[in-house]
Nanobody, 128 residues
Framework: QVKLAESGGGSVLPGGALKLSCRASGDGYMIRYCMGWFRQAPGKEREQVAGTDSNGLNTVADSVKGRFTVVRDYVEDTLTLQMNSLQPEDTDMYYC?????????????????????WGRGTQVTGSP
């Protein structure tokens, strides 16, 4: 059973920075998985903000481009999200997600499909 564990959330002033980390476990071939960061405010749909595939392609949503950077370590099975210039609108619960594409497949795109593994989330607050 795949488990995802986030860490690194907190509260910062507008313009500040935070780094989120996610550690994956439970499958010796996590490289096959799509991995991503998502955020969700109460009463709103979960929004994907970053995604990584099996081939080293790391991308972020247009809404955070230039401020957020995602990095995946395929050896340590970790996923980090560096968030700079945080703003009040970035305040959300952030979740690490994983998508199993099948035992004989590799993730070719980390966007546009449902994820089936989730961490418990970590709160990020960017306000005074």
């Amino acid at each position: 059973q795949v488990k995802l564990a986030e860490s690194g959330g907190g509260s910062v002033l507008p313009g500040g920075a935070l780094k989120l980390s996610c550690r994956a476990s439970g499958d010796g071939y996590m490289i096959r998985y799509c991995m991503g960061w998502f955020r969700q405010a109460p009463g709103k749909e979960r929004e994907q903000v970053a995604g990584t595939d099996s081939n080293g392609l790391n991308t972020v949503a247009d809404s955070v481009k230039g401020r957020f950077t995602v990095v995946r370590d395929y050896v340590e099975d970790t996923l980090t999200l560096q968030m700079n210039s945080l703003q009040p609108e970035d305040t959300d619960m952030y979740y690490c997600g994983g998508r199993d594409v099948g035992s004989s497949a590799w993730c070719s795109s980390a966007w546009g499909a449902a994820y089936n593994y989730w961490g418990r989330g970590t709160q990020v607050t960017g306000s005074p």
